[in-house]
T-cell receptor, first 116, second 108 residues
Framework: EAGVAQSPRYKIIEKRQSVAFWCNPI?????LYWYQQILGQGPKLLIQ????????DSQLPKDRFSAERLKGVDSTLKIQPAKLEDSAVYLC??????????????FGPGTRLTVL | GQNIDQPTEMTATEGAIVQINCTYQ??????LFWYQQHAGEAPTFLSY????GLEEKGRFSSFLSRSKGYSYLLLKELQMKDSASYLC?????????FGAGTTVTVRA
């Protein structure tokens, strides 16, 4: 079974530029998550989708970050304009969205963003 | 939100045992996860506890006490490949919140 795919793996941009990340979850997984992981910290949830609807985006800086999940499969996360403090690894994860107690999240390899 | 605390770093010798503690404060608790994350890689699932007690899976065991808001991950027979960051994550209202992680260094 293929895992969660993300691209690009690395991105370097200057502040005030725009950037977009792409995620393809595990086939059949209804729930998709975007996390931001700053060096030395644990992942922080930015947004959670259930199919193509947003479940939680309470920690998404909506003045500069946006995300969509068209057709309930692939997702893109965009930052416009980027700030220095956005330098981090952006992780995408997916789960089958079941309401059972387990509902393990599977993570992609991440995109390492450096803002200069 | 959740307040999740775990030690920043731990060092142990190959073949030894290490215990990583995690304390948390939350409402709406419905599970605690441990993830392993090697440098530059994505987190991978290690264990899950939702009821009090010990869950054993090979060389790794995880314990949970909901009344104390406490969990630990026990790594036995340490190997060099176990050098990684170990993340404690608490699920509350079906949202996962991570601790900052404990970096474990295994020495020969």
């Amino acid at each position: 079974e293929a895992g969660v795919a993300q691209s690009p793996r690395y991105k370097i941009i200057e502040k005030r530029q725009s950037v977009a990340f792409w995620c393809n979850p595990i086939s059949g997984h209804a729930t998709l998550y975007w996390y931001q992981q700053i060096l030395g910290q644990g992942p922080k949830l930015l947004i959670q989708f259930q199919n193509n609807g947003v479940v939680d985006d309470s920690q998404l800086p909506k003045d500069r970050f946006s995300a969509e999940r068209l057709k309930g499969v692939d997702s893109t996360l965009k930052i416009q304009p980027a700030k220095l403090e956005d330098s981090a690894v952006y992780l995408c994860a997916s789960s089958d969205g079941s309401t059972s107690s387990y509902n393990e999240q599977f993570f992609g390899p991440g995109t390492r963003l450096t803002v200069l | 939100g959740q307040n999740i605390d775990q030690p920043t770093e731990m060092t142990a010798t190959e073949g030894a045992i290490v215990q990583i503690n995690c304390t948390y404060q939350t409402s709406g608790f419905n599970g605690l996860f441990w993830y392993q994350q090697h440098a530059g890689e994505a987190p991978t699932f290690l264990s899950y506890n939702v009821l009090d007690g010990l869950e054993e899976k090979g060389r790794f065991s995880s314990f949970l006490s909901r009344s104390k808001g406490y969990s630990y991950l026990l790594l036995k027979e340490l190997q060099m490949k176990d050098s990684a960051s170990y993340l404690c994550a608490v699920r509350a209202y079906y949202k996962l919140s991570f601790g900052a992680g404990t970096t474990v260094t295994v020495r020969a």
